[in-house]
C-alpha cells in the first residue's frame, strides 16, 4: 500500500505559478506511477497530469499543456506539480494519486491511492 499526501495549494492571480508536492509513503519501494487529478465545484474529477515511475514518461491534458510541468525525486518520494500562467478555470480541488505499476495512466479508476486534495483558487 502507497499513502500519498499533498500539499503546496493555496491563491494566486491569474498569470501566477504555484507548486504542488506529493509526498508518498508507505510501499515506496515498489514502482509507482502518480498522477494528478483535479475537481472543481459540480464537474466530474479530471486527469491533470501523470508520470511513470522512472519519469521519462509524461502525460497531460491538453488544457494543461505548455502550463503545467510535472515531475518526481524518487529519492524524496516526491512528485511535483508546477503550475504556471494560471488561469481562473484551473480553480479546483487537486488530488495525488498513485498505482503500484510500469504503466502510466489517465483514468480516475485506475489509481488506487489517492489524497484527501489541496485547494487551488485562482482569482482574476
Known amino acids: 500500500q502507497v499513502q500519498v499526501d499533498e500539499s503546496g495549494g493555496g491563491s494566486a492571480q491569474a498569470g501566477g505559478s504555484l507548486r504542488l508536492s506529493c509526498a508518498a509513503s508507505?510501499?515506496?519501494?515498489?514502482?509507482?506511477?502518480v498522477g494528478w487529478f483535479r475537481q472543481a465545484p459540480g464537474k466530474e474529477r479530471e486527469f491533470v497530469a501523470g508520470?511513470?515511475?522512472?519519469?521519462?514518461?509524461?502525460t497531460y491534458a491538453d488544457s494543461v499543456k505548455g502550463r503545467f510541468t510535472i515531475s518526481r525525486d524518487n529519492t524524496k518520494n516526491t512528485v511535483y506539480l508546477q503550475m504556471n500562467s494560471l488561469k481562473p478555470e484551473d480553480t479546483a480541488v487537486y488530488y495525488c494519486?498513485?498505482?503500484?505499476?510500469?504503466?502510466?495512466?489517465?483514468?480516475?479508476?485506475?489509481?488506487?491511492?489517492w489524497g484527501q486534495g489541496t485547494q487551488v483558487t485562482v482569482s482574476v
Open positions: 508520470t511513470n515511475w522512472s519519469g521519462g514518461g509524461k
Open positions: 494519486a498513485a498505482k503500484i505499476s510500469d504503466a502510466l495512466n489517465k483514468a480516475v479508476n485506475w489509481y488506487d491511492y
Open positions: 508507505g510501499r515506496t519501494v515498489s514502482r509507482y506511477a
